[in-house]
């Protein structure tokens, strides 16, 4: 055929094949071909009545095109459900199952025959195809979308052989599967524990850890913790924080209850696999009112793509709940922590350790940190991690002089500031070494300047809180307290409560303070130090001497080292009363 005879068209394809042919054929040849006959006779008066014309059909392999997509893919799912009821006369190691693709594209008219890309992608599709099911392309699927009244699952842009560029790919979701995942899934505003914020509210669920090893495990978790700081730094984005989906991890949940329990509307659940410097990463977006499956995709990457395909992710899912940003908050959502993919995977391994607060774990945290900035001195999150780290390391004992290592824990926070004004966690982790170093305005700048960059960080609130509480300004610090505990809600953080708590008592609201506190200790248990402590000065403060002394031993069976004095000059109020007012109540409560 010569150039000047090539015959082009749009059309719809229509691809099948068996699925596990090979197997059949090996355990029963006569058997399978009788099968087979009788499927494909099925098949091609099916396609006929959907004015389609079948093209080719040698072996286990049925062509055909169609005029309309819509013909296509309704043929192409009665032919499924048909072929399902005649299974299910069959023995199960008997059952022929067919994969189908439909693509919508440009053929080249060869007599009778189709060629070119256009039937190549439908036969692409077919083998994405799962047995018995059918896969649309993108632009089938532009077509149908909503004109059989068919649910789709999105399968994301698939790269196949010999096709240039990828392919947008669709599962059309059987009738059986479209029923119950709208009955499943399916969360109800009645039910949920928060009422459903104004913006749109969001869930990350810890993304699986698919590689068989778990020393990859800080990698999914990191992944997942680097989406949820992205995209809480969208001010108009509702994120619950890490510590709550979280609490999921490892854990065969639904989205129904995920929703329910934190008050979102939106849930992203995901998984990772890392094979060498290879790694796939799987996510879906989840509408839990509606059951709608947004968005999905897979990826298939180098290593080295891990931070342009974590941006990917979140662009999309913004794009998919409508999300619009400004200039400004697209490009902080961009920026990128660090280019070096050794310096990020420490500081990833880094945090795992944080989780644990004891010193043989913040020794090993600060290692991976410091290895970190060794490959990257330039890394304003590992600067930031190892200021947190050093004023921790403070709290747990391990300096002689405190004072020093808090004035060293400032300087990191700072030197990561100066790199990377923009980083949220830097700000937020400077403010409580400003609280204790008794620089009160320093602090709350900080904490403010925190929420600001990242206003869905229950981190920031809870610092910003803190610092308002400790630099006398407490009825300003109480709504930064129950902001930080609803978007962290699973498990309530005990610290904010008691800190929640103590601001209650500055105030002289002692029934709040109660009730903050002893809440705290259902939720943590009955060895709270700082809890107890608390609520021993909160009741001798309402003379309730009774249960002031009964509070006061608990503090002495859990620490029988306790001094009052020791206390008073570790706490950082800016004002003396306060910390005077603190101390004349554990003495009330009998507190030596």
Request: glycine share 6%; charged share 25%; aromatic share 8%.
């Amino acid at each position: 055929m010569t150039t000047q005879e090539v015959k082009r068209k749009l059309a719809a394809i229509f691809s099948a094949d068996v699925k596990g042919y090979s197997r059949l054929m090996g355990e029963d040849e006569e058997g399978t071909i009788r099968t087979l006959n009788t499927y494909k006779e099925v098949m091609l008066s099916l396609i006929q009545q959907q004015r389609g014309r079948v093209v080719d059909a040698p072996g286990d392999n049925v062509l055909a095109e169609f005029g309309s997509v819509v013909d296509a893919v309704r043929c192409a799912v009665k032919t499924q459900k048909e072929l399902k009821n005649r299974n299910a006369q069959l023995p199960e190691n008997r059952r022929m199952e067919f994969r189908i693709g439909v693509n919508l594209g440009d053929v080249i008219e060869d007599g009778e025959q189709i060629l070119g890309d256009g039937v190549n992608i439908a036969a692409r599709l077919e083998s994405l195809s799962e047995a018995g099911g059918v896969c649309v392309s993108g632009t089938a699927f532009d077509q149908v979308e909503n004109k059989l009244g068919l649910r789709y699952e999105y399968l994301g842009e698939q790269t196949v052989k010999n096709i240039a560029k990828p392919v947008r790919v669709y599962r059309v979701l059987m009738e059986t599967e479209a029923v119950a995942q709208r009955g499943l899934e399916v969360a109800s505003k009645e039910n949920m524990a928060f009422p459903l914020p104004d913006l749109p509210s969001i869930a990350v669920l810890p993304f699986e850890n698919m590689s068989g090893d778990p020393k990859q495990e800080f990698f999914s978790d990191g992944i997942t913790e680097t989406i949820i700081t992205a995209l809480s730094k969208v001010p108009n984005l509702f994120v619950i924080a890490r510590n709550s989906t979280f609490t999921y991890k490892g854990k065969p949940v639904k989205v129904k209850q995920v929703s329910e329990e934190l008050g979102v509307q939106y849930v992203l659940e995901g998984s990772f696999q890392r094979s060498g410097d290879r790694i796939r990463i799987t996510a879906q977006l989840i509408d839990a009112l509606t059951g709608h499956h947004l968005w999905a995709e897979r990826y298939d990457r180098d290593l080295t793509d891990i931070f342009a395909l974590q941006d990917e992710i979140t662009m999309k899912i913004l794009a998919a709940i409508q999300v619009k940003l400004t200039a400004g908050e697209d490009a902080r959502l961009r920026a990128k922590g660090t280019k070096n993919l050794e310096a990020y995977l420490k500081l990833m391994q880094a945090r795992q350790y944080m989780l644990f607060f004891n010193k043989e774990n913040y020794a090993l945290a600060r290692q991976l940190t410091e290895q970190a900035l060794a490959l990257d001195p330039h890394y304003a999150a590992a600067y930031a991690t190892l200021c947190r780290v050093q004023m921790m390391e403070v709290t747990l004992g391990v300096y002689k002089n405190p004072r020093e290592a808090l004035e060293q824990s400032a300087k990191l926070g700072e030197k990561a500031i100066t790199l990377d004004d923009s980083n949220a966690l830097a700000h937020a982790m400077l403010t409580p070494t400003y609280v204790w170093l008794k620089e009160h305005d320093k602090a709350i700048a900080e904490a403010e300047k925190a929420v600001s960059l990242d206003p869905n960080s229950a981190f920031a609130y809870f610092v910003l809180g803190s610092a308002l509480d400790f630099a006398g300004r407490s009825q300003e610090a109480i709504p930064f307290f129950k902001k930080s505990l609803r978007l962290s809600p699973i498990p309530i953080d005990t610290a904010t409560l008691v800190r929640l708590g103590s601001a209650y008592r500055q105030l002289g609201q002692y029934e709040e303070s109660v009730a903050s506190l002893k809440k705290a200790l259902q939720l943590y248990g009955a060895d709270h130090f700082m809890a107890h402590l608390w609520l021993a000065a909160t009741y001798a403060s309402m003379g309730r001497e009774k249960e002031a002394r009964a509070e006061a031993a608990e503090v002495l069976r859990i620490d029988p080292t306790f001094s009052v004095d020791s206390m008073a000059r570790r706490l950082p109020y800016k004002d003396q009363k306060a910390i005077d007012d603190s101390v004349s109540a554990w003495r009330k409560a009998g507190l030596k």
